[in-house]
């Protein structure tokens, strides 16, 4: 059965603050936790007015602290901005203090634009094999095998689930050759979703950590009372999406009535494109769409994402989708 996720990038409202951003953020990974999510995870990102998790690991600190039993973390860090022993003593602390309930996703991605990713990796030399090599680096550190000739302290013996992401084929490959779960980003990048699936299946070797493939999916879903709430709330990533897509990236929006019906030719494209995986409506709509995506895919886990302006109705979101999960007699 499929199980179910919330990804949250704690956005950052206009006309709001971080430290609010920051407290929606717990109050809604204690709300996930008792609708039965089985995981809160939230992302690395750099120089962007509208995402407070920039400090992951920090913001996955508070998190864990406002919650007792939902899995805490991140996904992902990009591992390229980080020494593998920095990401290690970092979630080993993590771990420390919330045993047993901490997720660390990799990815390859800056985060952020070149310039910025200048700024927090002083240089831009580019190397294919680095990724998997920070990553072996990473599980020699928690496995404290004796391999890099340093102790992580803390992280040596971290009970630290790896997964590897990926918005192509790369990260697939990745996952399958070390034996990971692996997780796409189809919720904004849905292209390759379909191919990196059949790849990461079709070569998957069994680990220590998993003995077989292991799937989850990014899935926008906003969910109210009626199709048309749902569409209004909604429309609030819809204008987060085109302005990212058009340079001019800002904060998480209020709604707007009609919002894609006014939108360009331009703007009508990049959201048929980026919003491929989304479930919009009432929940009869919402859950006609996340069958039809399991169904497509089989993917043992869907991985929620829903910037809602409000955050009573982003709550309420939640709750819509996990009564359908329940429904589908989905496993949390």
């Known amino acids: 059965m499929t199980a179910y996720s919330l990804l949250d990038l704690v956005p950052v409202l206009e006309g709001g603050t971080v430290s ?38 920090v913001v996955l600190g508070h998190i864990a602290a406002a919650t007792s039993t939902i899995r805490v973390g991140a996904g992902g860090i990009m ?27 990799l990815g390859r991605a ?58 192509s084929t790369f990260g697939a ?27 990461y299946r079709r070569d998957f070797q069994p680990s220590a950590a998993l003995d077989r493939p292991h799937v989850m999916a990014g899935f926008n879903i ?30 998480l929006k209020p709604p707007v009535e009609g919002y894609r019906q006014s939108l360009g030719a331009q703007g009508q494209q990049i959201l048929d494109h980026v919003l491929q995986c989304s479930a919009v409506g009432s929940p009869v709509t919402v859950a006609r769409g996340i069958a039809a995506f399991v169904e497509r895919t089989g993917v043992d886990e869907i991985m929620v994402t829903s910037a809602i302006y409000d955050h009573e109705a982003r709550k309420r979101s939640l709750e819509i989708t996990a009564d359908v999960m329940a429904e589908f007699k989905v496993a949390a």
């Open 110 to 167: 800056p985060g952020s634009d070149q310039r910025v990713a200048h700024a927090m990796r002083r240089n831009l030399q580019s190397d294919s094999n680095a990724f998997p090599r920070d990553v072996l680096e990473l599980q020699s550190y928690f496995a404290d095998d004796g391999q890099t000739g340093i102790t992580a302290t803390p992280g040596a013996g971290a009970n630290v689930d790896l997964w590897i992401l990926g918005s």
């Open 173 to 199: 490959q990745l996952a399958a050759a070390l034996g990971l779960p692996y997780a796409f980003a189809s919720h904004f990048a849905p292209d390759s979703l379909m191919s990196a699936l059949a790849i």
């Open 20 to 57: 609010q951003s920051l407290a929606n953020a717990a109050d809604l990974a204690q709300h996930a936790e008792r609708l039965g999510f089985r995981r809160y995870w939230t992302a690395e990102h750099h120089g962007m007015a509208g995402i407070a998790s920039a400090a992951t690991s």
């Open 222 to 251: 906003f969910a109210a009372n009626t199709d048309a709430e749902a569409e209004l709330l909604a429309s609030s990533q819809q204008q987060s999406f085109v302005a990212l897509r058009t340079g001019n990236p800002g904060k």
């Open 79 to 105: 591992l390229p901005n980080h020494a593998p022993l920095a990401i290690a003593e970092q979630f080993g602390t993590l771990d420390a203090l919330f045993p047993g309930r901490i997720d660390l996703g």
